[in-house]
Nanobody, 127 residues
Framework: QVHLVESGGGLVQAGGSLRLSCAAS????????MGWFRQAPGKEREFVAA????????TYADPVKGRFTISRDNAKNTVSLQMNSLTTEDRAVYCC????????????????????WGRGSEVTISS
């Protein structure tokens, strides 16, 4: 099982930027597709972004398209989420998730597609 640890969360003003990172260990990172999910207080967990094992395919939730960018560095076993133009709606605990890359299609926006999760990093936005 791959082990995931997020970092980079914190308090930022609305309109500002923040970069989250997720460090993976325990398995060959390049074997995994990666995703970011978030859960705001009182709300269900929602998909944010996903990236394929090679970085060649990315998927974004509509609310973050054009503002967030997911990327990965397989040499450093990390996946990152650059978040720009943050709003109070982006306040949440952000978790990275991993699933073994498969040859068949699966929906990367579904949380049940992933079988390894980090504990999360909290992002707070001040208005």
């Amino acid at each position: 099982q791959v082990h995931l640890v997020e970092s980079g969360g914190g308090l930022v003003q609305a309109g500002g930027s923040l970069r989250l990172s997720c460090a993976a260990s325990g398995r060959t990172f390049s074997n995994y597709d990666m995703g970011w999910f978030r859960q705001a207080p009182g709300k269900e967990r929602e998909f944010v972004a996903a990236i394929s094992w090679s970085g060649g395919r990315t998927t974004y939730a509509d609310p973050v398209k054009g503002r967030f960018t997911i990327s990965r560095d397989n040499a450093k076993n990390t996946v990152s989420l650059q978040m720009n133009s943050l709003t109070t709606e982006d306040r949440a605990v952000y978790c990275c998730a991993a699933t073994v890359a498969e040859s068949y299609y699966y929906n990367p926006t579904r949380s049940d597609a992933y079988n390894a999760w980090g504990r999360g990093s909290e992002v707070t936005i001040s208005s």
